[in-house]
């Protein structure tokens, strides 16, 4: 099995170099591609208006002068030409990505790119919350997550988010399937600055938000211990609305 990595905390992110170590245990033909810098909060982005530049840190370990998207962008046309891999993984990701923090997020979206390539995609991240476990259930349980994944036939143009809780690998509850959750607003404060030169600036906090533990969402899962692992799709129609709208615009 052929398996490319990538993130968006870039190249020398500890979180990758574990994924390292958890990817060379399932497979002996394992890739990195992975941004030079960190992108968090990029989304789904890609460098249209400069050059993007591929640089190689070892053997089968390339950085990316650009976003996670333009990382598997450029992995899938440069360095896979005879073959694509089998697999991507995007992570282990700094912090946790779970409900709409899926739609800023750089690791779920590098994940997205491959799976709009028609690739089996997987994002994984690891919750802190200042709990002083760093990678220790990502470590623990990782492997555990990613062989059934393997075995899991994916629809095209569909991905697997996981997130694991910010605990000790022993204290990890389990697995749960769970569905996107959703937080109670908008996050963040706004910090308003002048710089040397006198000019304003704006600066987007990320304090913590509260969040809304709805049943069966990947909040719930992690907030009470356990890994959550959510089917997540490209398409975002909202295929319940299809009716309704043709009917107001007069179709």
Known sequence: MRILLTNDDGIHAPGLALLEQIAASLSDDVWVCAPALEQSGTGHSLTLHMPVRLHEHGHQRFAVGGTPTDSINLALRKLF????????????????????????????SAAMEGALAGIPAIAMSQALRNAGHGFAAAEGWAAKVIEPLTRFAMARRTLVNVNFPALPAAEVRGIKVARQGFHDYARGSLVEGTDPRGRPYFWFGLEDVEHTLDHGTDLEAVNDGFISVTPLQVDLTDHAAMGRLAEVVGQ
């Open 81 to 108: 030409a005879d073959r694509k891999p089998d697999l991507v993984i995007s992570g282990i990701n700094h912090g946790e990505n779970l409900a709409d923090d899926i739609t800023y997020s750089g690791t779920i």
